[in-house]
């Protein structure tokens, strides 16, 4: 169980996880304040916390930024010529009933000699060909998720209504993979990176000063490595360039307004739209979303805090654990293996289970630790049910088998490692797959994450500040992998063009959506993005996992169909529920 769950893992860099590289390759995703308010992991909010929150996203928040002038585009709109889509990966969604095509854009907006980036995109044509009302572009996130993989997969999380009516399009942006070129890569090749993660990362997961300071040497040395390697590329990635090649292709496909669905990174993507063409806008649905000052570093922002705390991702993480033991100690072991019989002991043994790990014990031939476990829970939580296509997602009820192993495992007092967890005591994929020949161009560099991030987010500029922040991150929300996630000593590749604010333009209604118990982008930081716009709607779904899109909610795909295809957004303090419990019960 546990050598396949890691397995899985390393096919994906989008998120954290519990190998040595997996703190610097974390899919980002997003914000709260250093202390927000504690979101309940129970079924429902009630009381002061509900009236708080929606009068929360009731309010507007005035920035006072200058706003930057944007000349009017005078590039070419790109042509399509939609075809069939390459036949999918081993173990991704089927594309079959899809259409793929290419769009080419500008590297430089300011200056188009300077070269293009080839972007793939990938459509799920409207079913009701004679009651269709346009296109919907979908960004995933990432921010290096590609479009044309994760469409596929994420297809039935859209409401039947949206897809019997919209072509729904989503594209691999620019530099971040998939099969858009060109594409950051920090090495000449997939197996010199791997290679180098091998030999910065031997000493596992950093959890004290001193092994914080080492680990932040060799992620600066592999920031300076990537820069030097991308040059001239990394100023042309930013988060403002992929929202003018979005409104380049709501043009090429003869859309005269734009409609917009954004998941985790996806939504700051979507407010940058919103703000920039706020005149180009029919609708937009912000879905798990960021709290766009927090990842721009506004005013009253706390920049000594790296972009995911400042976000509020590792408080996400750790309530969002709290909410998975209490969850399935509500159910008997036939309905989640961990459990203990309640919630108090099944939360009591997560805390032993931890406890027992503190120096490492054997599970499947690797040893693993309690950081290890801790950012492995943390990072695989985002589904509750596993969907094709997600495979580095196992869903809750395989977390919970996980943790019964080792639970299992740790029992046994000769399995304990002798050494204290010298060594790969803290890496608990310590047999490294082995290494496969690798092509001369590789989509999966830790690099383009913080090619954006980097390029535009503020973040501590000192290897001694990083260390500082993850020790903050560490002693208010526990251990956990996102205090590396926008890691940028030695990043000096900034972008070009970028978009900081303000956030508050005049649009039309746009409707934010967030779950109760997110692990990467909590409900604060919905919240704050709700108070950020100049014309926003906040529908709480009690439920669990990232996103509504991925986690689905019968409630909040009605009141999403209807805001798409009518106009109607949902009452003012609207609240839904996931469809169904993470654990069946009795």
Not at 382 to 400: D, K, Q
Not at 420 to 447: H, I, N
Not at 557 to 573: K, L, N, R, V
């Amino acid at each position: 169980m546990w050598r396949q769950a890691t397995q899985a893992f390393e096919r994906t860099i989008a998120l954290a996880t519990v190998f040595r590289r997996s703190a610097l390759e974390m899919t980002p995703a997003w914000e709260m304040e250093l202390h927000p308010p504690r979101v309940t992991h129970s079924s429902a909010l009630q009381g002061d916390t509900m009236r708080n929150l929606v009068a929360a996203a009731a309010a507007t928040s005035a920035l006072l930024i200058t706003s930057p002038t944007f000349a009017a585009d005078t590039v070419p709109v790109p042509t399509l010529a939609w075809n069939a889509c390459p036949a999918a990966k081993q173990g991704a969604a089927s594309t079959d009933s899809f259409q793929c095509a290419t769009a080419e854009v500008p590297m430089d907006y300011a200056d188009p000699s300077l070269g293009r980036f080839n972007l793939a995109l990938i459509k799920a044509p409207a079913r009701d060909a004679g009651q269709r009302l346009g296109t919907l572009f979908w960004n995933p996130g990432g921010p290096s998720d590609a479009g044309t993989e994760y469409l596929p997969a994420a297809i039935r999380g859209f409401p039947e209504k949206v897809r019997d009516r919209f072509d729904i399009i989503s594209w691999d942006p620019r530099g971040m993979g998939g099969r858009t070129t060109p594409v950051v890569q920090c090495f000449d090749s997939a197996d010199d990176e791997a290679a180098f993660f091998a030999r910065a990362t031997q000493d596992g997961f950093p959890v004290t000063a001193k092994q914080l300071a080492k680990d932040a040497a060799w992620r600066t040395a592999f920031n300076e490595a990537c820069v030097k390697r991308n040059g001239e590329l990394l100023a042309h990635v930013s988060t403002a360039d992929n929202a003018r090649d979005l409104d380049l292709l709501r043009q090429a496909v003869g859309e005269e307004t734009m409609n917009y669905y954004g998941t985790s990174y996806g939504t700051f993507l979507g407010a940058t739209y919103i703000n920039m063409y706020p005149d180009r806008v029919r609708a937009a649905v912000l879905d798990g979303a960021v709290a766009v000052p927090a990842w721009a570093g506004n005013a009253g922002e706390n920049l000594a805090l790296s972009t995911f705390i400042r976000l509020g991702s590792d408080f996400g993480a750790a309530s969002t654990i709290e909410a998975f033991m209490s969850q399935c100690g509500a159910v008997d072991a036939s309905g989640c293996a961990f459990s203990a019989g309640s919630p108090v002991a099944t939360r009591k043994k997560w805390s032993d289970l931890l406890q027992r790990a503190q120096k490492g014990f054997a599970l499947e031939g690797d040893t693993i630790d309690a950081p290890s476990i801790l950012a492995y829970v943390g990072s695989s939580i985002y589904v509750v049910e596993p969907l094709p296509g997600f495979g580095r997602f196992p869903g809750w009820a395989a977390v919970a088998e996980f943790l019964q192993q080792a639970w299992v495992a740790s029992e046994g007092s000769g399995q304990q490692v002798a050494d204290g967890g010298s060594g790969d005591a803290g890496s608990p994929a310590a047999a490294a797959t082995p290494a496969k020949p690798a092509a001369a161009t590789y989509v999966t560099s830790a690099g383009r994450q913080l090619s954006v991030i980097c390029g535009e987010s503020p973040n501590p500029t000192t290897e001694d500040a990083a260390v500082q922040q993850a020790l903050a991150s560490y002693q208010r929300a526990g251990i956990s992998a996102w205090p590396f996630v926008a890691y940028c000593v030695g990043w000096t590749a900034r972008a070009k063009a970028t978009y900081l604010g303000p956030w508050n333009k005049a649009t039309a209604p746009v409707l934010v959506i967030g779950n109760t118990s997110d692990p990467a982008t909590a409900l604060p930081s919905s919240v704050r993005m709700a108070q950020a716009l100049g014309n926003a709607r906040l529908l709480i779904v009690n439920g669990f996992g990232h996103t509504v899109l991925i986690n689905p909610s019968t409630c909040a795909q009605d009141h999403i169909a209807a805001y798409f295809i009518d106009g109607e957004m949902p009452p003012t303090g609207a609240t839904c529920t996931q469809d169904k419990p993470p654990f069946p019960g009795d």
